[in-house]
């Protein structure tokens, strides 16, 4: 069975469901899928305190319900469902949800998001939102005063130091290898910071926890040595995959797998397709900038389709 719509929205959270509000008001009808997480990486995490309008945080998965809601409430159609297969070869776009249902689409909006890397511990996933996080931008304020760690010896991991060494009262960097592999004016920002400790040749054997969430970390050194660091906190920062997959060979991706765009609008390598979030973003990746990017998506979609 075929169904055909002007704007097919794949993808939910903060993206997502910004760019269903917005096609809705513009009277576009748009049809949403929301994928096999709907809301989001949000709806796996706590609390929330840098979203504006919300003075005293909310829980992540209430502002995903909340965005839900406003979208629902304007007339968007928000569907459960997975799009396994897409046809960008010409338009309409061919998109098939869950191997079966079939929707031709005037337009696409990509929403899909990017998956943080995890070490793959079960003790790393039962404290997830508690105290394990991959975002020290989006966390670190909950560890003001506090001793903290951060995985990982890139770029990334060592601007996630710093800016947690600004609030924390210790980090220790767990680094796999002998050397950091980040640009050289980042380790010197890193080995210039007093309250950072890089702990070189060293893994993550155990992310240790009670009640009260993450307390510690057991640690192996690379000759076997055994070492217990008390923290409170536990950052990853060995980088993120974006959600592709699907559009590989179609569109226009980097060399990390994200989404290429036109400068600073939406548009991809093919007309008609349109990217927002974290699915073409690789440097900010938070909720107000995929809010934004969603609304700069519609808004793209609206004119292209008035055209």
Excluded at 94 to 99: A, L, N
Excluded at 292 to 298: D, K, L, N, R, V
């Amino acid at each position: 069975m075929e169904e055909s719509v002007k704007v097919l929205i794949i993808g939910s959270g903060p993206a997502g469901y910004t760019a269903a509000i917005y096609t809705t008001r513009a009277n576009l009808n748009p049809v949403l899928y929301e994928g096999i997480e709907p809301g989001g990486q949000l709806t796996t995490t706590t609390a929330v305190e840098n979203f504006p309008s919300y003075p005293d945080g909310i829980d992540g998965p209430e502002l995903m319900a909340r965005m839900r809601q406003q979208a629902e409430r304007l007339g968007a159609d928000l569907r459960s469902g997975t799009v396994t297969k897409v046809d960008l070869s010409e338009r309409p776009f061919r998109v098939e949800v869950d191997g079966e249902k079939v929707i031709l689409a005037e337009s696409l909006i990509i929403s899909t998001g990017a998956t943080a890397k995890y070490l793959g511990l079960p003790s790393e996933t039962k404290f997830r939102g508690q105290g394990v996080s991959a975002c020290a931008t989006c966390d670190g304020f909950f560890y003001r005063k506090k001793d903290v760690a951060v995985v990982g010896g890139g770029d990334t991991a060592c601007e996630e130091a710093t800016y947690l060494a600004s609030l924390c009262r210790k980090v220790y960097m767990i680094v796999r290898k002998p050397f950091l592999r980040a640009s050289k004016a980042m380790q010197e920002r890193v080995f210039n910071t007093p309250n950072i400790e890089v702990l070189f040749e060293h893994n993550t054997v155990e992310v240790m926890g009670d009640d009260t969430g993450v307390t510690g970390a057991l640690l192996q050194r690379t000759d076997g040595v055994e070492r217990t660091i008390e923290i409170a906190g536990f950052f990853l920062a060995i980088g993120h995959h974006p959600n592709t997959e699907l559009f590989a060979g179609q569109l226009e991706l980097n060399e990390e797998g994200y989404i290429k765009v036109e400068g600073n609008t939406s548009k991809t390598s093919v007309e008609g397709v349109f990217a927002a979030g974290d699915v073409k973003d690789p440097n900010y990746r938070q909720a107000i900038t995929a809010a934004g990017s969603g609304c700069i998506a519609a808004l793209d979609c609206e004119r292209f389709l008035l055209r």
